[in-house]
């Protein structure tokens, strides 16, 4: 069965910083992917990167890179120069490798960005 | 492109109802998924319909049900409602060709049971 760990249930970064949200994941299987979803409160789920596990190169998407480390099992998400709009919670998600399988989320981080 | 678009966004029932939940998915999308989420138990995966077919369950009891049309439009039902399935209900819509093509998320449907 696939796992996804999101160990940090809060955290503060001050406006224009970096900041790492950690996720450890287990699986058995060798074909999967890694997701990371933003949930503002007002409970839509965006979509923000996606990394492969055959995937070489760490994924970037404008502002957020996954640091993917495949023999710890860590995909952790970078946020750099950190916005107030960034404020929300962050989900890491897997799923695969066949077509039905669903995302399995961890358990999110609330992430705060203050100015 | 248009996103995944959920209706109603809010709903209030009473214990003993039972609810109707609509998704559309992306224009192309044929793979339409739901999701529960509670503060208790974090996100839930339901069902996950392809080309009008379930092709995948969670575990849920009966009263949930789910079905998708020829257009990929898809509708989950609530029946007997009770007070634990008061939750923010999302729908994910995909290609469902591969395993690991992202999932594209609705606003939700956040429903009450009073």
């Known amino acids: 069965a696939q796992k996804i760990t999101q160990t940090q249930p809060g955290m503060f970064v001050q406006e224009k910083e970096a900041v790492t949200l950690d996720c450890t994941y287990d699986t058995s299987d060798q074909s999967y992917g890694l997701f990371w979803y933003k949930q503002p409160s007002s409970g839509e789920m965006i979509f923000l990167i996606y990394q492969g596990s055959y995937d070489e190169q760490n994924a970037t998407e404008g502002r957020y890179s996954l640091n993917f480390q495949k023999a710890r099992k860590s995909a952790n998400l970078v946020i750099s120069a950190s916005q107030l709009g960034d404020s929300a919670m962050y989900f890491c998600?897997?799923?695969?490798?066949?077509?039905?399988?669903?995302?399995?989320f961890g358990k999110g981080t609330r992430l705060s960005v203050i100015a | 492109k248009a996103g995944v678009t959920q209706t109603p966004r809010y709903l209030i029932k009473t214990r003993g109802q039972q609810v109707t939940l609509s998704c559309s998915p992306i224009s192309g999308h044929r793979s339409v998924s739901w999701y529960q989420q509670t503060p208790g138990q974090g996100l839930q995966f339901l069902f996950e319909y392809f080309s009008e077919t379930q092709r995948n369950k969670g575990n849920f009891p009966g009263r949930f049900s789910g079905r998708q049309f020829s257009n990929s439009r898809s509708e989950m039902n609530v029946s007997t409602l009770e007070l634990g399935d008061s939750a923010l209900y999302l729908c994910a819509s995909s290609s469902g060709q591969g395993g690991t093509d992202t999932q594209y998320f609705g606003p939700g449907t956040r429903l009450t049971v009073l």
């Open positions: 998600a897997m799923r695969g490798p066949h077509p039905n399988t669903p995302l399995v």
